[in-house]
């Protein structure tokens, strides 16, 4: 042990002791940033009916419940080339990315206007199927710095292309047998 | 952010709470085995779940857990003289098996059966490697006794320690699941401590500061899967278990031992941290026990006859600003353990958790806590046993592993990720 020279400071919230429940009372109790603007999107249809049940539940007004459909034009890339994209491929300009998406309530919009506002974008996959959507929201949220979590309800492997679509651009994925855990998540992020 | 009265739910564990529930279904770790290390040994004093504690062997060797006070006029047994079968109360002579029964009340005529109608509470307690288990339910309903494997290899392959951690138990084992402090608050630790350093993981680490997390389900809890780059078309991945309610492991280094902790509620603002390194398949050298005695790796240094740190809150644990400005660690604070207790200790005894804002790596910690909370309204509404108590759900290793982009780590992991016994740590 290297001897290190220690003065205890004169108050007691000056120092480590302070970690009593006493002092607890004195931390500031103020706002420390604003309610998140949240895009929770399922990528099949299975994950649909769970996103669509998790948003009867109370959220801020500021959390959107949404369903991938289909992607849109992307730079580079011809319509047949759309069903499976390769966002790394020479020549696509990735940025160009979008989709259509679909609201709880049937309402269409597009993913680029989604992610505008957005700071965190949850995806919902329980299948394979998902793997399309999985790359181009994960790209479109990469490329705008928007925080992503994956959560993927399946049974064994049901869904390994929509966990390796998802892989490079989550920065965490879940992979879960149970459906509650998806307002757990969104409740834990503050959705 | 949670709930006050979920944070209430996972942090309470004394006799009667749903959590406390929890926990009494497991046999949990007690004390060293060094505590009480012959027949005869002097008692000690042990808090564990709110309650208190007396813990002895007779003259037979038998080890017992017995409720501290005497039923008589409610003074402390740890006065008490370790006589022959049992342990007499230093008062009026009042004497206890290690059951807790009392055999002889010495002012009652020998006749009488009265002492026989008095009874403490008792636990079992089990040496099982270096550690000596209890568990604290309902004996009707005792588990198998555990089967980790850092307890079951041979004793010069293992190494156990233990500390007073000064928080709820709850923040101490969620510093155990989250992977992402890992690259900040420990990063000094991988260059120069003795029981990690030359690792070739350790460069993967260094090179990325932002790795991303899978979180799976398992049997007995969760594995949490950290990756980073690697080499090209490669990620390098660092994977921790968590057996419920509170073991984990660390995901190993080259050749290092592997290690791993116990977090045990010692009542709801304080924890006993039990940690334990050891190897599949050799002997820990010398130098290797060494360096965990003098507090490297995940170790500690002591307050001399006591499990308190040296580096405490009373000392501000001994914070150095050199050595933070030099980059020797990253805090200041020395050591693994204290740079992870020191902080956790700093967020109060309980910490609010109405009031945290996670982030999306905080998964591994978000549904740890659901698993939990699921798991004690299971218990407390149909009787169902928690995932862990099952001695099978012990059989589990931390792993570190190099896999191409598209493979999935729990997949191709399984193996590594299982004991298996004489066969060595996958690492990296």
Redesign the interface.
Known sequence: ??A?E?Y?PTLLSS???A???A??RYRI?GP??STRASRVIALDEQAAGIVQRVSELPWSPGAHFLTYESPESVAGLGDSDLDAPDLDAPGVDASGVDATLRAVGGSQSLLSDELAEAD?A?MVATADSGAQGASIIGNACFMRGI???GLVIAEG?AA?EA??AL??H?????????E??VP??L????A | ??KQEINDLLTQTGPGTPMGGLFRQYWIPALLADELPEAGSPPVRVKLLSERLIAFRDDDGQYGLIDEFCAHRGVSLWFGKNEGNGLRCAYHGWKYDVTGQCIEVPSEPEEHSFCQKVKLTGYPLVKVGDILWTHMGDPNNRPALPEWEFARVPSEQTFSSKRWQ?SNWMQALEGGIDSSHVSWLHSGGLKSDPLFKGAKGNQYNMADMKP??????AEGGLFIGARRNAEEGHYYWRITPWVMPSFTMVPPRGDHPMHGHFWVPIDD?NCWVFTFDYHPVRALSEVEVQAMKD?FGVHN?YVPGTFRP?QN????????REAQKRGDSFSGI?GIAMQDA?LQ??????V?RT?E???????GI??A??KLR?AVEALRDQGETPPGVDPAHHHVRSAAVVLP??E?F??SSREALAVATGVRQTSV
């Open positions: 042990m290297t290190v220690y205890r120092c480590a002791l970690a009593t429940a002092e607890a109790d420390m940033m965190v949850v925080m992503t979590a492997g390994d966990v390796s892989r490079p989550a920065a965490v994925l879940v992979v879960t047998r149970d509650g855990d757990e998540m409740t834990a992020l503050r | 952010m949670l000064e991303f997390f899978e979180v799976v389900d603002e507090g240094e040296l809150k009373d000392n501000d644990y001994l914070m150095d020395k020191s200790e700093s967020m109060g005894p309980i609010d009031k804002r996670l982030v999306s790596t905080d998964a978000i549904q806590r659901r699921k982009k598209d999935a729990i997949e």
